[in-house]
């Protein structure tokens, strides 16, 4: 078994103020949507983010925050929904949120990894 890592930028100092060394690492892994949603706000400035996403999609992460994202089973979610049949504006949103996604990731260079990760419906 080999573990795939992006290169890290050596400019960063990896004992930096990371989010992820800072706050509780719990957060990242939280079962309530609002915590993931908070989890992926710190992830925002993170001057690793970009590495860290990368290196989940390759290792196609069970779940949790990487990089700013969702993963859920191995597959990047816009968001966690919480228990229970999901609203139709919800729906609606979590299609738009999902195209986001989609971008971010094509803008920092993972649309050929597209196929290394699947985006949930």
């Known amino acids: 078994m080999s573990l795939a890592l992006a290169p890290v930028d050596e ?3 990896v004992e930096a103020n990371l989010p992820c ?5 719990d957060l990242w892994f939280a079962d309530s949507p609002t915590e993931l949603e908070l989890a992926k706000s710190l992830c ?3 001057p690793l983010r970009v590495e860290c996403l990368a290196g989940a999609v390759e290792r196609a992460e069970p779940w949790g925050v990487w990089g700013g ?3 859920e089973r191995g597959a990047v979610v816009p ?9 139709k504006e919800d729906v609606a949103r979590d299609a738009a949120l999902r195209v ?3 971008a971010r990731m094509a803008a920092n ?7 290394a990760v699947r985006l949930a419906a």
């Open 11 to 13: 400019r960063v100092d």
């Open 21 to 25: 060394r800072k706050f509780d690492p």
């Open 44 to 46: 925002g400035d993170c």
């Open 69 to 71: 994202e969702i993963f």
């Open 79 to 87: 968001r966690k929904r919480p228990r229970g049949r999901p609203r």
């Open 100 to 102: 986001e996604v989609e």
């Open 109 to 115: 260079g993972l649309a050929e990894s597209r196929n």
